[in-house]
T-cell receptor
Framework: GDSVTQMEGPVTLSEEAFLTINCTYTATGYPSLFWYVQYPGEGLQLLLKATKADDKGSNKGFEATYRKETTSFHLEKGSVQVSDSAVYFCALSGTGTASKLTFGTGTRLQVTL | SAVISQKPSRDICQRGTSLTIQCQVDSQVTMMFWYRQQPGQSLTLIATANQGSEATYESGFVIDKFPISRPNLTFSTLTVSNMSPEDSSIYLC???????????FGEGSWLTVV
């Protein structure tokens, strides 16, 4: 079945540092890929998505590229801020209108001054 | 996109009682989903709720414990029945926007069972 593997957290960075959160997936066909973010005490927000190979999703300075050859969708940001502290979830949705989301375990990011 | 509202946002419940969570979407959607997020964990799908049909439950979740209603294309409810402390979780409603392949989430209902 479908699965998503994320790098273990927590990740602690200083403000303005470069961020990478690794995400790889296993799926049949051509899934859509997503990053969701959960700020402390809140629900999930869609951060970015990519629906086909080589697509780059971007939002709020974050970006991720759908790499079919490496089955990866790593999240990057060039300069993190304290306000980026949150839990980040990688997820995939298989092909077909009945497909549901499969989530990774989540990666907690803590950004310090 | 879609705006999804959940009620209640938080509640403290007594052991053995039941609580119904309401979920309202600002547009008509075919598919709605209910997830559980236990403290410090990822999200686990409870069931998929399509309008006009019975909900489809994932392994480990049963209708007697988590009955779901889906009376129309913008609304769903999840009831957590006969609650125990192990049911203390965030329960999240989500919906697939039919114009795309994106699933949006509500803010979650944070339940504590004492």
């Amino acid at each position: 079945g479908d699965s998503v593997t994320q790098m273990e957290g927590p990740v602690t960075l200083s403000e303005e540092a470069f961020l990478t959160i690794n995400c790889t997936y296993t799926a049949t066909g051509y899934p859509s890929l997503f990053w969701y973010v959960q700020y402390p005490g809140e629900g999930l927000q869609l951060l970015l998505k990519a629906t086909k190979a080589d697509d780059k999703g971007s939002n709020k300075g974050f970006e991720a590229t759908y790499r079919k050859e490496t089955t990866s969708f790593h999240l990057e940001k060039g300069s993190v801020q304290v306000s980026d502290s949150a839990v980040y979830f990688c997820a995939l949705s298989g092909t077909g209108t009945a497909s549901k989301l499969t989530f990774g375990t989540g990666t907690r990011l803590q950004v310090t001054l | 996109s879609a705006v999804i509202s959940q009620k209640p946002s938080r509640d403290i419940c007594q052991r053995g009682t039941s609580l119904t969570i309401q979920c309202q979407v600002d547009s008509q959607v075919t598919m709605m989903f209910w997830y559980r997020q236990q403290p410090g964990q990822s999200l686990t799908l409870i069931a998929t709720a399509n309008q006009g049909s019975e909900a489809t439950y994932e392994s480990g979740f049963v209708i007697d414990k988590f009955p779901i209603s889906r009376p129309n294309l913008t609304f769903s409810t999840l009831t957590v029945s006969n609650m125990s402390p192990e049911d203390s979780s965030i329960y999240l409603c989500s919906a697939r926007v039919d114009s795309g392949n994106t699933i949006y989430f509500g803010e979650g209902s944070w339940l504590t069972v004492v």
